[in-house]
C-alpha cells in the first residue's frame, strides 16, 4: 500500500489547509484511513480516523471541532481538512491506512502503513 501526502505549506495562525493522501490500489486493505503527526520533540499524535466502510470518523480532542477527515471515493483521495490553525499545530503530517481489528479502526499511530509526510508550518 502506497500513501502519499501533499498540500502542506506555511501558513499564518488563523488559517486554513487541506491535506491530500493518494492511497494506491489496494483499498482492500485500507478500511480504515487517517492521519497523525509528529511535533518537533513530541510523540506521534493521532488525529483523526475515518472508518470508510462504516463513514465513521473519530478525532483527537486536540483537533475536534478543527479538522475533518473526509474521502473522495472516486478519486481515491483522503483529505484532511484544517481550519483555525495554531502555531502548535506545527507539525510533520502522515496520512495511515489499515485493516480492521475487532471490527473497529485503531489509533492512526498505530497504522501499519503510512506515507512519507508532508510539513506544516503555523506562524
Known amino acids: 500500500v502506497q500513501l502519499v501526502e501533499s498540500g502542506g505549506g506555511s501558513v499564518q495562525a488563523g488559517g486554513s489547509l487541506t491535506l491530500s493522501c493518494a492511497a494506491g490500489?489496494?483499498?482492500?486493505?485500507?478500511?480504515?484511513t487517517g492521519w497523525f503527526r509528529q511535533r518537533p520533540g513530541k510523540d506521534r499524535e493521532g488525529l483523526a480516523v475515518?472508518?470508510?466502510?462504516?463513514?465513521?470518523?473519530s478525532y483527537a480532542d486536540s483537533v475536534k471541532g478543527r479538522f475533518i477527515i473526509t474521502r473522495d471515493k472516486a478519486k481515491d483521495l483522503v483529505y484532511l481538512q484544517m481550519n483555525g490553525l495554531k502555531p502548535e499545530d506545527t507539525a510533520m503530517y502522515y496520512c495511515?491506512?489499515?485493516?480492521?481489528?475487532?471490527?473497529?479502526?485503531?489509533?492512526?499511530?498505530?497504522?501499519?502503513?503510512r506515507g512519507q509526510g508532508t510539513q506544516v508550518t503555523v506562524s
Open positions: 475515518l472508518w470508510i466502510g462504516g463513514a465513521t470518523t
Open positions: 490500489r489496494y483499498t482492500y486493505k485500507r478500511n480504515c
Open positions: 495511515a491506512a489499515d485493516q480492521l481489528y475487532g471490527g473497529s479502526c485503531r489509533d492512526a499511530v498505530d497504522f501499519a502503513y
